[in-house]
């Protein structure tokens, strides 16, 4: 992996083990930008990848994980850089808190698709400089916000199913 230089975008999908490590001691190239990962199970624990080292790191998405998505919220692994977090396709996670993404001065954008058990969004697990949230089919978040405001989540832009709330 430490070879390929030039790499800037990293798309896994569809794989039901990926057995070996990305590199030896996660090397991952150093111009990476984007990453996607869908319906894969990487057996090498997400703290070793070194995604803190990738300083053009601006975009991730992950799809069908629920524990690199746990332990992402729950320790500080991602890069400052990142601007752009999309989790799409959770069946497990009811609740998103923790502080692994509150460092993250430069995220703009979260997008929150698909968490069929999802009930709670914690402001504190939201980093200061998020400007858009979108939520989308996550039935009981929006129905357990319809009756409440969502006044505790200081976001110039909350978007759910397409719709502008605030």
């Known amino acids: ?34 990453i996607c990962i869908e319906s894969v199970r990487i057996t090498t624990p997400i703290f070793e990848w070194g995604l803190q080292r990738l300083t053009a790191f601006s975009n991730l998405s992950i799809a069908g994980d629920d524990d690199i998505v746990n332990t992402l919220l729950k320790e500080r692994l991602l890069p400052i850089s990142l601007m752009f977090l999309n989790i799409y396709n959770l069946s497990e996670m009811k609740s998103f808190e923790g502080k692994g993404l509150r460092h993250l001065s430069s995220l703009e954008t979260l997008c929150l ?47 759910i199913n397409d719709e502008v709330i605030i």
């Open 113 to 159: 698709y698909d968490f069929l058990r999802l009930e709670y969004l914690s402001e504190d697990t939201l980093p200061s400089s998020l400007k858009i949230l979108r939520i989308a089919k996550c039935p009981l978040l929006e129905a357990r916000y319809k009756t409440q405001r969502w006044e505790h989540l200081s976001i110039p832009v909350l978007e």
């Open 1 to 34: 992996m430490e070879t390929l230089t030039s790499l800037e975008h990293l798309s896994l999908s569809y794989l039901p083990k990926l057995p070996l490590p990305l590199c030896e001691r996660a090397c991952l190239p150093p111009k990476l930008r984007t």
